[in-house]
Structures are given as structure tokens and as C-alpha cells.
């Protein structure tokens, strides 16, 4: 799906992304971000803050994804 199975190596790695692939595992949000395939985690109680700084890190050029490895 739209280009994923060709990212998903390069993010996390050859072994990781062919058991994403191949079996079907499925991240819960702490992992994927851990492994860059989210930018940030907004909690419900924090949703509109956390929303609102990725916005303005975005309009400001100041990127929100950790340094890829």
C-alpha cells in the first residue's frame, strides 16, 4: 500500500519489515514510533497540544522525525 512494502526496509530494516510484511505483525504506537514509522504519539488528553506543536514544527521547517539510522 502506497509504497509501503518498498519504505519499510529503509526505516526498519530488512528482518523487521519482512515479518511486518510476511506475517502480518502489527505495531502498537510506542513501537512504531520507536521505529520512525510515526512521527508523534498524541495522547487524548494531550491531542490538541501535541497536534498543534507537529503543526508548527512543520510550518517552521523544524522536521519532526528522528534522524534515520
Given at each position: ?27 502498537n504506537a510506542q513501537k512504531a514510533h ?33 534522524p534515520s539510522h
Amino acid at each position: 500500500g502506497w509504497g509501503g512494502t518498498q519504505r519499510l526496509p529503509q526505516i526498519v530494516g530488512l528482518r523487521e519489515s519482512l515479518k511486518i510484511i510476511l506475517e502480518g505483525a502489527t505495531l502498537n504506537a510506542q513501537k512504531a514510533h520507536a521505529a520512525g514509522l510515526v512521527d508523534v504519539i498524541a495522547t487524548p488528553d494531550h491531542f490538541e497540544e501535541t497536534v498543534s506543536h507537529f503543526i508548527d514544527d512543520r510550518l517552521t521547517g523544524r522536521s519532526v522525525r528522528k534522524p534515520s539510522h
